[in-house]
């Protein structure tokens, strides 16, 4: 089952980040900087929307009245995000296959070239995945 993505637009008052979530009714807060504000919209998501404490939900934030590079900034941490998400996921898959390919008797030499990595780093990972 996919998470619930919320909708988050943001604006600045003064010091204050203001926050509104659009597809939840009476779900706003603020804070001093983005990252309390972060943490105060996932609480005030969980509290309106009566979510169990371990309830996965996505936030998608929407920024209003920031310059250009404040809103480049923002797509760039989030792509930064996907790439360390795809990363894990790349990581995750070379360590099994490398595993596979080792107990089906494939050389260390073998198994780094086709994954791209070195002989060290292979030996790395298959002495941590037999731990």
């Keep these: 089952m996919a998470a619930v993505k919320y909708t988050v637009v943001v604006t600045r008052e003064g010091t204050s980040w203001i926050a509104e979530v659009v597809n939840l009714s009476g779900a706003h807060t603020y804070a001093g900087n983005l990252a309390a504000l ?69 050389s260390q030499r073998d198994i780094a070239w086709l994954l791209r990595m070195t002989v060290g780093r292979v030996s790395q990972i298959l002495s941590e995945h037999a731990a």
């Design 38 to 106: 972060d943490a105060a919209v996932r609480e005030v998501i969980a509290l309106v929307a009566d979510l169990p404490d371990d309830a996965p939900f996505d936030v998608e934030y929407s920024f209003e009245g920031v310059d250009d590079r404040f809103v480049d900034a923002a797509q760039l941490g989030a792509r930064r995000a996907q790439a360390e998400i795809e990363r894990a996921t790349l990581a995750d898959s070379a360590a099994h296959t490398a595993a596979a390919l080792a107990a089906a008797g494939y």
